[in-house]
């Protein structure tokens, strides 16, 4: 079998900082996992606003005197 031309030869290098992690490199899985932290944080913080609207609602409406859920809820 003839040697392949050099031309054909690919080396590839890395980085000390470019270590691999499964089958992602840790520049990949810290991207993926900042990603996917912040989509979670954007929710908790739109879920925790909405939480204190509804809360301020049913305490300027009076609607958590009338017991039930609301009532449980708040307190």
Known sequence: MAPKPLANCIEQTYDTSMTMVG???RELVT????GE???LCGVANITA???????????????WRGGGSVRRSIG
């Open 23 to 25: 089958t992602e490199t």
């Open 31 to 34: 991207d993926r996992l900042e």
């Open 37 to 39: 932290l912040g989509s």
């Open 49 to 63: 606003a909405r939480t204190v609207a509804v809360i301020a609602e049913a305490l300027e409406t009076g609607a």
